[in-house]
């Protein structure tokens, strides 16, 4: 179905739903990359105002990425609520936006309409909002979650710890697992980027964390962010895993190249659910996205990286996850290209995530080929937190030593949390306080 | 408390001024971080790394892709994945039947590949025997993917790209190996096995090398290469 728009007697034609979407995304270099941004600032404000006309209906009518040929459509489209999205289906997307921004649109309204927005509604309505408005609509929204504690409640924000180490080195990541501990990181989940991605790796990781846990009575989870595949052997070995990871995108070819499946992913969360490590009814599944990922693999399908992102929260949701979060500023300049587009997408992804009802945190960082630096994450943490943001990254001085990229300090979450009132999750906070005279003593652990 | 920095080079034990970093620590990392923004423009000396390949005693021949500078290369991923046609002609004189080629290729720190390729190589080579090795291709302003048109080039039935990684603040001179079973245009990630952080900081070379002997082994062993191809045997830290 085409569109069109008017501008001083100019008319803007937009061919289908995809091209619409795609001209109306704020500018950023992953659709220059792709061919698909519009080609002036004046298509691009053509094509918002065209798509604020378009009623929401039209995006259930007509699947952007093929129903037969793609298991994440097929998702999407199979899991809708129809009756969740009856009070929306009279609306236009500016419409929507309008109402998101009401008085009327509060946490309860907004809760129960989840299973009835698909994500490529959640991504239009996102395309003609400003950062006020993505912040202002996601604070309203939140969505708790359960491992050993509980995150997500309102007034706390959480941290996963990131003890990174350049080879692996037990005590090298002990270090930084006591270091970030005693500046009150790591209640979202002490979370391992392995180097080598190997069962047995995953398993003497886990053992790790695990023993020190136990040892300090720690209500946290833990996690060794290896391939889903290393997870899974690691776990029928008997290592102690709490939530499984996996990194995911939104289109099933993008998904392919990650060497995954939803059914894979089914079978994972199967598995971690069947040790029942957590609390009854736990959510045990982490995954990672990030705008940009599927256009890398030439898995786009002519859609824009900021709704193929969306996408990726639809399969995100099947599997009620513990924890949800983009890492926004990672993948490279060649998709976001600096500073100011990171901020948006940032702000961007936490919304789009919300309002598809995930428990959404923000991996704030950068790499050093992109036009970024602490300035530009100081600004998006600090809006992040306002906006309610689940959790964010803990990284000794922001520098991980093993990925080669800069993410959020154990200092930047203090400096947020005390700047804007924010607390850990509760179970990890009264343990802060009852341990925090003898946490010294962890060091003294690590050559034992 | 204990100093911590005495077991990793992360930035623990930083101390504290309020709820952020005091001055020494916060200026410290704006150095890093200008030095790192500088590793990432420092350009290949090809010439010079050739000179460095030669005494292993395989063939060096020097290639770039279709990205002309480094904003090119920066802006636009696939440029780098592509051979220019120069390149595409020297590779196609050496045509032959080859069990693996390796690319040295810049990446996004030509630093790492001055550092360490040639010797990874040095402790690796003479693990082959056996092998029927390609000439070492050389690379400019490539990717990874440049190994999947590089193989098929040559005749080879495997690729080993040893290229320059992401530099971090405090590795700007890191190395990553991707392995890729027969390598052609359209192979995704999940089809090749990687191994990173190669510098004696870091993964040190003989410790590479096995690794990558062992992989390049159950590669042409199996014939594949990817997600299903797990690294095994030793290859777990010291505890």
């Known amino acids: ?448 | 408390m204990k100093d911590l920095r005495v077991f990793t080079p992360a930035r623990v034990s930083l101390g504290r001024a309020g709820s952020g970093l005091p001055t020494r620590a916060h200026l410290e990392f704006q150095l890093a971080h200008a030095r790192a923004r500088d590793a990432v423009h420092h350009p290949l000396d090809a010439a010079a790394l050739a000179l460095d390949l030669a005494p292993l005693g395989l063939p060096v021949v020097r290639t770039a892709s279709e990205a002309p500078n480094r904003d090119a290369y920066l802006r636009n991923p696939n440029a780098g994945r592509t051979l220019n046609a120069a390149s595409r002609e020297s590779l196609a004189a050496l045509h032959g039947h080859f069990d693996a080629v390796f690319l040295v290729a810049d990446g996004l720190s030509a630093l790492a590949v001055h550092r360490h390729a040639a010797p990874l190589l040095a402790c690796l080579l003479p693990s082959l025997t056996g092998w029927t090795l390609a000439p070492i291709v050389v690379a400019e302003q490539a990717r990874v993917a440049l190994g999947d048109e590089v193989g098929p080039a040559l005749g080879a039935a495997m690729s080993v790209v040893l290229i320059g990684e992401r530099p971090g603040l405090s590795s700007p001179d890191s190395l990553g190996a991707y392995l890729t079973w027969s390598p052609a245009p359209g192979r995704t990630d999940a089809e090749r096995n990687c191994i990173s952080n190669i510098r004696p900081e870091g993964l040190p070379y003989p410790l590479a090398a096995q690794r990558l002997l062992y992989l390049m082994n159950e590669s042409r062993r199996r014939k594949l290469s990817g997600v299903p191809l797990k690294e095994e045997a030793a290859l777990t830290p010291s505890a």
């Open chain 1, 1 to 448: 179905m085409p569109f069109q728009h008017t501008v001083s007697g100019r008319v803007y034609k937009f061919e289908n739903l995809r091209v619409l979407l795609a001209k109306a995304s704020p500018a950023r270099s992953g659709d220059q990359l792709a061919g698909l941004a519009a080609a002036s600032a004046e298509e691009r404000a053509a094509a918002q105002l065209a798509l604020a006309d378009v009623p929401l209906k039209v995006f259930l009518a007509e699947p952007l990425v093929p129903y037969e040929t793609d298991e994440v459509t097929r998702l999407i489209f199979d899991s809708h609520d129809h009756a969740a999205f009856s009070p929306l289906a009279h609306l236009t997307v500016g419409e929507f936006r309008d109402w998101l921004l009401s008085v009327e649109a509060g946490s309860v309204e907004l809760g129960r309409l989840v299973p009835g927005i698909i994500p490529e509604m959640a991504a239009a309505v996102s395309k003609i909002m400003r950062l006020q408005d993505l912040i202002a609509v996601a604070a309203k929204i939140r969505v708790v979650t359960r491992f050993r504690n509980t995150l997500g409640l309102p007034g706390r924000l959480s941290t996963r710890l990131q003890p990174n180490h350049p080879s692996d080195s037990p005590q090298g990541i002990a270090a930084s697992i006591v270091d970030g501990l005693s500046l009150g990181s790591g209640d979202a989940v002490i979370g391992i980027n392995p180097v080598t991605d190997n069962p047995s790796t995953v398993a003497i990781l886990l053992r790790l964390v695990d023993r020190i846990r136990e040892t300090w009575r720690i209500p946290t989870q833990s996690c060794v962010l290896a391939h889903v595949t290393t997870q899974l052997e690691a776990l029928r070995r008997g290592a102690p895993v709490d939530l499984i990871f996996q990194s995911i995108a939104g289109t099933e070819a993008a998904n392919s190249s990650f060497g995954i499946n939803l059914a894979l992913l089914d079978e994972a969360e199967q598995a971690a659910r069947s040790l029942n490590r957590g609390v009854p009814g736990a959510n045990v599944m982490y995954f990672e996205t990030g705008q940009g990922s599927a256009l890398s693999a030439n898995a786009h399908h002519g859609l824009d990286q900021q709704t193929c992102e969306a996408r990726a929260y639809a399969v995100a949701r099947r599997f009620h996850p513990l924890l949800v979060n983009t890492v926004v500023g990672f993948i490279g300049p060649e998709y976001l290209y600096d500073g100011k587009q990171i901020l948006r997408a940032g702000l961007e992804d936490h919304f789009c995530g919300k309002l598809l009802g995930l428990p959404m945190g923000c991996d704030v960082c950068y790499t050093n080929h992109a036009e970024a630096d602490q300035d530009d994450m100081d600004a998006l943490l600090t809006l992040l937190a306002t906006a309610g943001v689940n959790y964010i990254m803990g990284v000794p001085g922001a520098d991980d030593v093993m990925l080669h990229y800069q993410s959020t300090s154990f200092h930047d979450a203090l400096y947020v949390r005390s700047l804007l009132g924010l607390r850990p999750a509760p179970e990890f906070e009264q343990w802060f306080n009852e341990v925090q005279a003898e946490l010294p003593r962890m060091a003294a652990m690590i050559e034992a």
